[in-house]
Nanobody, 126 residues
Framework: QVQLVESGGGVVESGSSLRLSCVASGEIFSSYTLGWFRQAPGKEREFVAALNWRRGNTNYADSVKGRFTISRDAAKNTVYLQMNNLKPDDTAVYSC???????????????????WGQGTQVTVSS
């Protein structure tokens, strides 16, 4: 089992920045993808960004490219999502997920994830 705990959400004005954190604990596998997803009220969950833990390569949704950055701190088992120039459309509950890999795969949001955190609310006012 893997436990994921997100933090860092809040209420900010348009144009502001936030950094979300996701701490992983429990059974840490040798190869996995960590992803950030978000779900706005009345909408389906959507992919935001993903990172292959071992190689560090990343993938982003078009809507956040150039504004959001996913990164990791291996010593802390933590993945971050730095969000800059936030917009009201970014308002959502942000969750991190882990996809356990049997072999290398590029980080993606179009695949099933095995573990999820509870999420942290991000609200951006105009």
């Amino acid at each position: 089992q893997v436990q994921l705990v997100e933090s860092g959400g809040g209420v900010v004005e348009s144009g502001s920045s936030l950094r979300l954190s996701c701490v992983a604990s429990g059974e840490i596998f040798s190869s996995y993808t960590l992803g950030w997803f978000r779900q706005a009220p009345g909408k389906e969950r959507e992919f935001v960004a993903a990172l292959n833990w071992r190689r560090g390569n990343t993938n982003y949704a078009d809507s956040v490219k150039g504004r959001f950055t996913i990164s990791r701190d291996a010593a802390k088992n933590t993945v971050y999502l730095q969000m800059n120039n936030l917009k009201p459309d970014d308002t959502a509950v942000y969750s991190c997920g882990v996809r356990v890999l049997q072999r290398y795969a590029p980080p993606s949001g179009d695949v099933p994830y095995d573990y999820w955190g509870q999420g942290t609310q991000v609200t951006v006012s105009s």
